[in-house]
């Protein structure tokens, strides 16, 4: 399927872009280069190939999950300007 100048302006329209009158030979052709892109890939037979989830079908390796810092709460909360059963008490804002 190949692109003509007019199906160009109709898409720019459509699409809210503004081409100047020199953009638009430039922009048809890489249009058309891309549709012919796609009409190669569909065009590859792909009979007898599952889809896969993920193109490499690797797992990530990953790190031990272990505590890296201590519980800091206590001194965090000493300098607080009110505190109550381990929370911070702020005013209220909604009514």
């Keep these: 399927m190949a692109l003509e100048r007019s199906d160009v302006e109709k898409?720019?329209?459509l699409a809210r872009l503004g081409l100047d009158e020199a953009d638009?030979?430039?922009t048809t052709e890489?249009?058309?280069s891309i549709l012919g892109l796609v009409d190669r890939m569909q065009a590859v037979d792909t009979d007898g190939i599952e889809p896969l989830a993920h193109p490499l079908e690797a797992t990530q390796r990953l790190r031990a999950d272990v505590v890296g810092?201590?519980?800091r709460r206590d001194a965090y909360q000493a300098i607080a300007p009110a505190v109550a059963e381990g929370l911070y008490l702020v005013p209220k804002?909604?009514?």
């Design 11 to 13: 898409i720019a329209h």
């Design 24 to 26: 638009i030979p430039r």
């Design 30 to 32: 890489t249009l058309n």
């Design 69 to 71: 810092e201590s519980n």
């Design 93 to 95: 804002v909604i009514e």
